[in-house]
Structures are given as C-alpha cells and as structure tokens.
C-alpha cells in the first residue's frame, strides 16, 4: 500500500512563504506524475501544480510566478514552494501521486491526507 505523507502547512501572513513536502512510502513499482492540488472552504478541488517524472510542470494561472513545484525522484519526494501567498491562497493542499501499484503498467492515484494552509491579512 502507498501512503503520502505532506507537512509544512500552517499559518502565515499575506506576502509571505511556505514550503510544503510529501514523500510517498510503501510498495510501489514507479511514480509518474506527481501533483499539489487544494481545496478552499465551499468549493472544488483544484489543481495547484504538477510534475511529471521527467520535471515537466503546469500550473494554475492563479499560482503562476508565486508557487514553484518540485521532485526528487530518487526520495519519491514533492514539494510545493509558495511566495507571495494571498488570501485567496488559504486551503487544505492536497498531495498527489500517480504511482504503479500492483503491476508496473497499471498506474493509480494515490492521495495525501491534506494539510492546511491559512494566510493571514
């Protein structure tokens, strides 16, 4: 079983910076892609960013120039880098993994347990 584990959600003011990280643990035979996606009070998941396994990203247009994300393959390991944070910017972030589990060909997503970012005026 695959499990991601994220950390570095938390309080911060308008302006300011997060880092968020998750690893992915467990049995798997690879990961593809790997994503940060959120959801605000009241309203959908979104995606936020993501990273294929050869570092290819796409954003959201809301976070582009703001978030930068990342991968170490090696570490099954993602983080989201977020500068210039806003208001708007406050959710629960969601880690997410697009990993072989049962055979090398058969890809599922594999989801985090969410941690909360609130940004502060």
């Known amino acids: 079983q695959v499990q991601l584990v994220e950390s570095g959600g938390g309080l911060v003011q308008a302006g300011g910076s997060l880092r968020l990280s998750c690893t992915a643990s467990?049995?798997?035979?690879?990961?593809?892609?790997m994503g940060w996606y959120r959801q605000a009070p009241g309203k959908q998941r979104e995606l936020v960013a993501r990273i294929s396994s050869g570092g290819s990203t796409n954003y959201a247009d809301s976070v582009k120039g703001r978030f930068t994300i990342s991968r170490d393959n090696a570490k099954n390991t993602v983080w989201l880098q977020m500068n210039s944070l806003k208001l708007e910017d406050t959710a629960v972030y969601y880690c997410?993994?697009?990993?072989?589990?049962?055979?090398?060909?058969?890809?599922?997503?594999?989801w985090g347990q969410g941690t909360l970012v609130t940004v502060s005026s």
């Open positions: 997410e993994a697009v990993a072989a589990v049962t055979t090398p060909y058969t890809y599922l997503e594999v």
């Open positions: 467990g049995s798997m035979f690879s990961i593809n892609a």
